[in-house]
Structures are given as C-alpha cells and as structure tokens.
C-alpha cells in the first residue's frame, strides 16, 4: 500500500518562505502528516514531515532567449519523470502550492486524479496578478489570496490574510486524513 502524503509545490525565494511558514502550521494543526516536495531547483525545504524532494529546472524563464527553447526536452522528460515517479510511490491526498509556474502542469494532471488543489498567491502581490495565480485561478480546487486589494482580479478567491495566520484556516484546505 502506497503511503499517503500532501504534495507541495513551490518555487525558491519568497515562494520557498512561504511554504515554510505554511508546513509550519499545518503541522501544528494536523501533527504527524506526511509531505513530499516538488521545488525549482536548490530550493528544497529541509523539515522533518518532508519525505522526499524533487527538484525541477523551472518552468519558465521570466527572461525568455531562444536560447531557453532547446532546454524544453529536457525540461519535458524531467517533468514526466517526476510525475511517474510520485504517482508510482505515493498516494497523494492534495496539492497545496504556493506558485511559481511549476505547479501548473502538476496540478492539472493531478486534477486529473480527482485530487484536491489548493493555491496560494504569493503575499507581494498587491496590485498584479502572478502567471501561475492566472492559470491556478481556473484549476484549483481552493484558491486563497493574502491581500484583498486582488480581489479585483479573482473575485471568488478566499482571504486568508498573511500565512502566519493561515494555519488557523488549514482545516478548510480538504485534508483528511
């Protein structure tokens, strides 16, 4: 029997720092759940509840050349690896991210699934919104915001105010386990 976990999604920097706060909280809430990551690469969160990691190159390149199209093999079969490799092992009970565009393709196959998607738009957005918060808008399951100045641009969204108080509404997320 595979062992269950909640599958977290999150990129480097604030996306990292975020989750971090997040698996905090939920840990306090839940107690002993079990987590695997994916991360952009050398972004991986060290903690405990965290039994695996796989890091992926990123997705997009904010800076795109013409150079980064010959990286897209590469990228698709990392991407396919990865996939094959959770779904193999594991029983993933929900997707929780915080961005970047590494969670798009992720959450639509798992959606796929029949899993829970929850999204999380980063906290440094006030007045913009993210690529992947446009996209995971349409796909998540739970689509939590930390400002309510983007209410203007995802009007169904939930507030959640800022993460160190999110894990309060972490039973909202559908984990049950």
């Not at 903690?47 to 904010?62: A, C, D, G, L, M």
């Not at 990865?82 to 992720?106: D, E, Q």
């Amino acid at each position: 029997m595979k062992p269950k976990v909640i599958l977290l999604i999150y990129g480097s920097g604030g996306h990292k720092a975020q989750m971090e706060k997040l698996l905090t909280g939920i840990n306090k809430e839940f107690g002993n759940v079990s987590f695997i990551g994916i991360s952009e690469s050398e972004a991986s969160i060290i903690h405990p509840s965290i039994v695996e990691t796989f890091e992926q190159p990123p997705f997009r390149n904010k800076y795109f050349s013409f150079m980064n199209l010959f990286s897209i093999p590469r990228k698709y079969y990392n991407f396919i690896s990865c996939f094959s490799k959770i779904n193999k092992n594991y029983k993933v009970l929900s997707v929780i991210s915080t961005g970047p565009g590494l969670a798009i393709p992720f959450s639509i196959l798992f959606k796929l699934k029949k899993t829970k998607i929850v999204f999380i738009e980063t906290w440094s957005r006030f007045e913009t919104q993210s690529y992947a918060g446009k996209v995971m808008y349409r796909i998540a399951d739970k689509f939590y915001i930390q400002n309510r100045s983007l209410f203007k641009f995802y009007p169904k969204a939930i507030y959640s105010g800022l993460l160190w108080k999110f894990w309060l509404l972490s039973g909202q997320l559908g984990l049950t386990l």
